[in-house]
């Protein structure tokens, strides 16, 4: 199917499920009860999720399959979100060409900073990508302020002259991104007794496109460039000797990459037409490789799920404060109450980094592999559980 074979059918099928149906599946808990609060199903969020599943597939593209570790990738994140506004200010509210220029700007970007960053490998490699981050933040914020407005970050006004789109609507307020006029805001909620789901325009066409990005990721991994690129990782040297010159395999997927993260960027200038040089500062590339490696560098899935996993912390576990903690523990003693409040509240609300570095620490001692290697024991337990079950079935007594 799609020519993919039956494995990597299966795996698309059950992204595209959860995608489809992550209204329902981030939404577990009723909205007038305490666990509420854990409920991940709201438009904001889900883009996020999706958005930054897409950063992360690309930067597993360039990471997991040639060992090349940028710290620079918030740079094309940045640069794919300052044009996609700027093609808002000019053109039109439409997102696809917003999204298209996203694309071939980073990946201009990216060839001009994958040819230099690419003469030197491991650990100078990494600097040198961290430099050019570095650079493209401070431009940003400093000196290109009349393409950037510096530290305020782009945005639309009144005064844009749009090409084929109007500039401010009948009232008088700035037209909304759409998709040939289905406004990215837009959101149908259905209400099940105490449930109430969310349904959004921009959420979907950010899964439908993450869902794309996916599938060409699974091409590539399982095309002879992926394996070239396998070649790198494992052993370059050995393949300078076999006459192959690597540098143009490993500049193509950088400029993927990159190109991946600048589709990311386009899409969150997409759902909230705004850019600032914060989304191209140093921490923003740390995270896309936390975010690869807690789920699984390498694999298909697993920095989709390492996205998805950072986000919620970030923004669930972030939101819970003291007042919080202090309903949920209401029930006990006045002084026990506030000694528990006491112990957890270093690990949330502006402490929810603490708690993420301790799962993480936890994930890469236990679980080299990420997520996906956590998945996959289970997986086996299971499995081997079941057939000790029908074995000891089938085998007749003594």
Known sequence: MLGLNKKDTSLLVIVAALVMFAPFILNPFPSDSGLAQFNAGYPDLMQRFVIFGIFAIGFNILFGLTGYLSFGHAAFLGVGSYSAVWMFKLLSMNVIPAIALAIVVSGLFAVLIG?????????????????????????????????????????????????????????????????????????????????????????????????????????????PFGMMLRAIKSNQTRLNYTGLNPRPYALAAFVISGMYAGLAGGLMASMDPLAGAERMQWTASGEVVLMTILGGTGTLIGPVLGAGFIKYFENIFSKINDTVLHNWFSFMPDGLEDFVVFLI??????????????????????????????????????????????????????
């Open 115 to 223: 040819f230099v960053s690419l003469r030197r490998s491991g650990i100078y490699f990494s600097i040198l990508t961290l430099a050019f981050a570095q650079m493209s933040f401070n431009l940003a914020y400093s000196v290109l302020t009349p393409i950037t407005n510096g530290e305020t970050g782009l945005q639309l006004t009144l005064n844009d002259p749009r090409i084929l789109g109007e500039s401010a609507t009948a009232d008088g307020s700035i037209p909304v991104t759409s998709l040939f006029g289905l406004e990215m805001r837009s959101t149908y909620e259905m209400v099940v007794g105490p449930w109430a789901f969310q349904f959004n325009a921009g959420y979907y066409l950010c899964g439908i496109i993450m869902l794309l990005a996916f599938y060409l990721s699974i091409r590539i991994f399982r095309s």
């Open 345 to 398: 509240h270093p690990f949330i609300g502006k402490g929810w980094h603490l708690t993420l570095g301790i799962l993480f620490m936890l994930v890469v001692t236990f679980l080299p592999g990420g997520l996906v290697e956590g998945g996959q024991r289970i997986s086996r337990m299971v499995k081997k559980k079941s057939d000790d079950d029908t074995n000891a079935k089938t085998t007749p007594a003594e």
